[in-house]
């Protein structure tokens, strides 16, 4: 799903987008997955002449569906990111990050009570900076391919 607009007639009341890999990383492991199972099989015969193009090739793709599966949204006043809900009420500010923003936040100085989704292909992120006095969370990072508008339809939907 492209990041956009969710509301109808295509007004700027949520956001929504998911984290699917890039094609060159559905080539790349697809490649790397039949290099394994042919590895595996060298040449045998019996089982292990078929039982490796079975298995692996499933469990390759599997994986890579797995990896790209978190949706990110802001919508019915919620930021959701894969099962994690935040009510947007809670949220001090949101800032968009590059990659080398988001390789500062999650560098050596990150806080280890943060909540991060981070997904490596995706170059950007938004810092969500929380203000929750129950909540020992500091602030949320996202992944985000479009952290501009992710960041708008945050800090937008808060102050509806």
């Given at each position: 799903?492209?990041?956009?607009?969710?509301?109808?007639g295509?007004?700027?009341?949520?956001?929504?987008?998911?984290?699917?890999?890039?094609?060159?990383?559905?080539?790349?492991?697809?490649?790397?997955?039949?290099?394994?199972?042919?590895?595996?099989?060298?040449?045998?015969?019996?089982?292990?002449?078929?039982?490796?193009f079975?298995v692996?090739?499933?469990?390759?793709?599997?994986?890579?569906?797995?990896?790209?599966?978190?949706?990110?949204?802001?919508?019915?006043?919620?930021?959701?990111v894969?099962?994690?809900?935040?009510?947007?009420?809670?949220?001090?500010?949101?800032?968009?990050?590059?990659?080398?923003?988001?390789?500062e936040?999650?560098?050596?100085?990150?806080?280890?009570?943060?909540?991060?989704?981070?997904?490596?292909w995706?170059?950007?992120?938004?810092?969500?900076?929380?203000?929750?006095?129950?909540?020992p969370?500091?602030?949320w990072?996202?992944?985000?391919?479009?952290?501009?508008?992710?960041?708008?339809?945050?800090?937008?939907?808060?102050?509806?």
């Open positions: 799903m492209a990041p956009g607009p969710t509301g109808p295509g007004a700027a009341d949520g956001y929504a987008e998911r984290l699917s890999l890039p094609w060159w990383l559905w080539l790349a492991g697809i490649a790397a997955g039949g290099l394994f199972a042919a590895e595996i099989w060298m040449g045998a015969d019996g089982v292990r002449a078929w039982l490796p079975v692996i090739p499933p469990l390759v793709l599997g994986t890579l569906w797995w990896l790209g599966r978190i949706r990110v949204a802001v919508t019915d006043g919620e930021l959701r894969d099962d994690a809900r935040l009510p947007v009420r809670f949220v001090a500010d949101a800032i968009a990050l590059d990659a080398a923003g988001r390789r936040v999650l560098g050596v100085g990150a806080d280890p009570l943060a909540f991060v989704v981070q997904r490596p995706v170059p950007g992120a938004v810092q969500v900076v929380l203000d929750d006095p129950d909540d969370t500091p602030f990072v996202v992944s985000s391919r479009d952290p501009v508008r992710l960041a708008e339809a945050i800090l937008a939907a808060r102050d509806a």
